[in-house]
């Protein structure tokens, strides 16, 4: 792939950071409540690199990354989803699609979003409007998707996420997603948590998490800090004897090729490829939507590709 991110950190550092991506899956209250931590700070960071994200871009496409990155601790094999936001505020919504895995990818629909006024705080309400969110599970041992939706009520994905659950899955669950950056506009911690409670919870022991969830210290301060995940779920969660059960990577990462988009230019109605044929542009970049890498078409090979059949 022809990737827009080029990191100036040293290859083993890079290495070092690439590794603590990762989604952490664990229980407490002897399995009566499931959990999954994902530390996520590198794939945020490339994510922003190969759009060239501003700020608030970054933390509106950043909290749904992170968001798929948790949900991917229930899939397994091939499995894969998809959050889809449309509102009809300036945010106009995303995409974001993930595996079982750990390859995150997807997009914002308003690469730039328009602000009337500065924003005062990270409230993203005024920027979505009415609106509806939607999950869509492909699980291999199902013989259609899944899909859930729900209309925005609360102007937060982590809230919103909590009432799908909730209202399709009849799953209480609570989500915390966050995101840190310097003085200087820099990423520097991205983290989120999930907690699902089972059938067998009980309603004492889910609201004494709710309690907990509320309280909890930032994520996104936390690994700014360099605490690490497993730390973080064993000092919070001692009261509920928190047993890390596995974990696995998680990244900024998309299948597009060249030959993939090929294929797209082969597809074009006739009228298309007649106007691409005799009038250009020459060379041309097609880019990916998900993850905005740029593939080129020299004159040369566009032209054999695209050859309308009057002319061939």
Known sequence: MEKLYTSTIPPK?????????KVHSFLLADGRIRGAFVQGTLMLDEMRMNFGHGLLETYVLGQAY?????????????????????CAGPLKGYVVEATATGEIRGYLKT?????????????????????????????????????GKVPLMHGSLANDLAEY???????PTAFTLSIRF??????????????????????????????????????????????DAETYIME???????RVIGNRRVEFFCRCSKEQMKAYLLLLPEADRHELYHHGPSP?????????????????????????????
């Open 13 to 21: 550092q890079l290495l070092k950071r690439r590794q603590r991506d």
């Open 66 to 86: 992170l968001a798929g990155a948790l949900l991917t601790a229930n899939l397994k094999g091939n499995d894969r989803l998809a959050l889809h936001l449309e």
């Open 111 to 147: 690469p730039q979003i328009p602000l009337e006024k500065p924003l005062e705080s990270f409230d993203l309400s005024p920027l979505m409007g009415p609106g509806f969110l939607t999950v869509t599970k492909h699980l291999v041992d199902a013989k259609q998707p899944y899909e």
């Open 165 to 171: 659950f909730l209202t399709s899955e009849q799953t």
């Open 182 to 227: 310097d003085d200087r506009g820099e990423l520097t911690g991205a983290g989120g948590l999930f907690l699902q409670a089972m059938p067998d919870a009980g309603e004492k022991l889910t609201a004494a998490l709710e309690t907990l969830v509320a309280d909890l210290p930032s994520i996104g301060d936390a690994l700014t800090e360099g605490q």
């Open 236 to 242: 919070n969660f001692a009261a509920f004897d928190p």
């Open 284 to 312: 041309l970049e097609l880019k990916c939507n998900n993850c905005n890498s740029a593939y080129h078409f020299e004159k040369d090979e566009l032209v054999a590709l695209i050859r309308p059949r009057a002319d061939a």
